[in-house]
């Protein structure tokens, strides 16, 4: 099929899941845009549609089953012709797919993404495609067509994971760890700032990991320290921050470089310290009670994000409240929790001792009560004083917004009014005069 076939195809993508999956669809769509096909956003316009999938938890699972199921309707009605299914689901349960969805034409594992185009084509003509290679070829540079807002984009910098967490599949499912370029992810930053994007947002499954692979040493802090240098940038935000990999030398980076926001995501999954020995994961409250209090030590105004798990296989009522007590010590500014959930082919799948569906999800609503009660006071304390906020959205009446303190898509932000138009992707001064539930109230200054 040739470039002149191609254009007169139109092919809209679903992407699910995290951030990285999120970046492996973009590169994806640009791959597709530049062989000549026509990218939409509305699965009614399409004649291909590609559902980008997650794998991660049971939850995931569903949705990205459900989603390609209703993507199949579309199809039964003749309105598409084609889909495709790529990402994490794809990798991870490969011919199953093809077996139980009939209406799905092709299977691309992540090792299989550069040659999507080809798939495309092929779905297109009525073959039915099913290719896994190696998951170590997932490119990890490249063009993409963002799907976020134009004033801010995911950049990942790093791919697959080593860690080997007891409950988790994604070093099954992405392979093993290995950092970008140095000069690669700087490029592509420069490239972004370019388009217009002033926010970069640093995802890998470990991004204090960064660099190991390639130089023997950790080198996130000297990536910042490049990154910082590009025009345009003026917010860099971390996610996925490994405790024990975080270092004085990174954490001093992040007090000195006014672009860096002091802001970090260290998913920190609990509390107590056997919980943790059994998720083979280092650390227990103390060790990251001692950790957080060095970096507000250094950066008094930084704020927390983390994640953490209820309900892992033998956790006690006793574990559970060295958990609550450890989150109500913390104050952690933005907190997420989901309940343990038993994925095959990870060690916990089968252990024993596994908590009841209702106790788990119990704990999840006590903690998200604590947290809600920390935020609370948080809100409180921010009326009166002024955050520089970057406009995100305008409903005719009010502006939504963020500050340092908030990551797109996952946390919550400002709503504000001003006297004055402003244009989304513009820094503006607000002055919070109340809060809504996790929400600040302002008005521009």
Known sequence: MNWKMNSMFKVGMIS??????????????????????????????????????????????????????????YKT??????????????????????????????????GGNADIVKVCEKALVGVKTSFFPNKC????????????????????????????????AIPAIRGK?????????VEEAETLAKRGVKELILVAQDTTKYGADIYGEYKLDALLKELVKIDGIEWIRLFYCYPHRITDSLIDTIAAEEKICNYIDIPLQHGDKDVIKAMN????AEDYLLLLNKMRAKIPDIAFRTTFMVGFPGETDSQFETLCNFV?????????????????????????NQVDEDIKRRREEILMDIQYGITEESNRSRIGKIYKTIIDGFDGEKYTGRSYLDSPEIDSGIIFTSDKPCNVGE???????????????????
């Open 16 to 73: 699910l899941g995290c951030p990285k999956n999120q970046v492996d669809g973009e590169a994806l769509l640009a791959k597709l845009s530049a062989a000549g096909f026509e990218i939409v956003n509305r699965i009614e316009d399409s004649d291909l549609m590609i559902v980008n999938t997650c794998g991660f938890i049971e939850a995931a699972k569903t949705e990205a089953i459900e989603t390609i199921l209703e993507v199949a309707e």
């Open 77 to 110: 009605a003749g309105l598409i012709s084609s889909i495709v299914v790529t990402g994490c689901l794809a990798e991870r349960y490969q011919d199953e797919i093809l077996k139980e969805m009939p209406e799905v034409d092709a299977v691309l594992g992540i």
């Open 137 to 168: 070829n997932l490119p990890i540079n490249g063009e993409r067509i963002l799907s976020t807002p134009s004033h801010w984009a995911y950049l990942k910098i790093a791919e697959g994971c080593d860690n080997r967490c007891s409950y988790c």
């Open 177 to 185: 760890f290995r950092s970008r370029r140095l000069e690669s992810v």
């Open 281 to 284: 994961r280092v650390g227990d």
């Open 328 to 352: 109500k010590t913390a104050k952690f500014d933005k907190m997420g929790c989901f309940t343990f959930s038993p994925e095959e082919d990870t060690p916990a799948y089968d252990m024993e």
């Open 427 to 445: 820094f503006v001064n607000v002055k919070i005069t109340d809060y809504d539930g996790y929400d600040l109230i302002g008005e521009t200054v």
